[in-house]
T-cell receptor
Framework: GQQVMQIPQYQHVQEGEDFTTYCNSS?????IQWYKQRPGGHPVFLIQ?????EVKKQKRLTFQFGEAKKNSSLHITATQTTDVGTYFC?????????FGKGTTLSVSS | DAGVIQSPRHEVTEMGQEVTLRCKPI?????LFWYRQTMMRGLELLIY????????DSGMPEDRFSAKMPNASFSTLKIQPSEPRDSAVYFC?????????????FGEGSWLTVV
């Protein structure tokens, strides 16, 4: 399975600023999932994108799947301290999920 | 409903000792995954089972690592002998039938330190 590349690896923002992480693949993805891992915690499923050009929102989080299904993004509007953690975009390879390195977000108040 | 249950939560052991990590997947899930997380390597898939059968163990680092799933409700990951570089958080995860788009549910992890 192909591991997707995620940028940036780290991001620090002031509370209230927006944040975006990008996920890229050299091959077409059947679907992409996003997970969040809080410091000291375990990855938790956020959302799955399947359709080309799909956009989904969860409160301040907006997820997009590219038209070519080779990239995806997660945008957080007006970050809060509760948003800290590592965000993973995840590629499905067969029946297993291959995690990238993720983007670690820190937020200062 | 209980989530994925792992034990022990924390273990400190001496180099050369055998380590056994245990996992109880979510009832009804028939896919089980073992992941290892370190700062250097991130979250690595070690092995996964479907209906208790190992499907892909290509991520298992070396022969010192072995995993079993004797039944649908229990799996073990064993390291023998353990080495300091095995120190990591080991996550067990499970999911329902392996059709496209299945969500994986993680346990809280076993934090292993080998000294």
């Amino acid at each position: 399975g192909q591991q997707v590349m995620q940028i940036p690896q780290y991001q620090h923002v002031q509370e209230g600023e927006d944040f975006t992480t990008y996920c890229n693949s050299s091959t077409t993805l059947s679907n992409i999932q996003w997970y969040k891992q809080r410091p000291g915690g375990h990855p938790v499923f956020l959302i799955q994108l399947v359709k080309s050009g799909e956009v989904k929102k969860q409160k301040r989080l907006t997820f997009q799947f590219g038209e070519a299904k080779k990239n995806s993004s997660l945008h957080i509007t007006a970050t809060q301290t509760t948003d800290v953690g590592t965000y993973f975009c995840v590629n499905q390879a067969g029946t297993a999920l291959i995690f990238g390195k993720g983007t670690t977000l820190s937020v200062s108040s | 409903d209980a989530g994925v249950i792992q034990s022990p939560r924390h273990e400190v052991t001496e180099m050369g000792q055998e380590v056994t990590l245990r996992c109880k997947p979510i009832s009804g899930h028939n896919s089980l995954f073992w992941y290892r997380q370190t700062m250097m390597r991130g979250l690595e898939l070690l092995i996964y089972f479907n209906n208790n059968v190992p499907i892909d163990d290509s991520g298992m680092p070396e022969d010192r690592f072995s995993a079993k799933m004797p039944n649908a409700s229990f799996s073990t990951l064993k390291i023998q002998p353990s080495e300091p570089r095995d120190s990591a958080v080991y996550f067990c995860a499970s999911s329902s039938s392996p059709v496209s788009g299945n969500t994986i549910y993680f346990g809280e992890g076993s934090w292993l330190t080998v000294v």
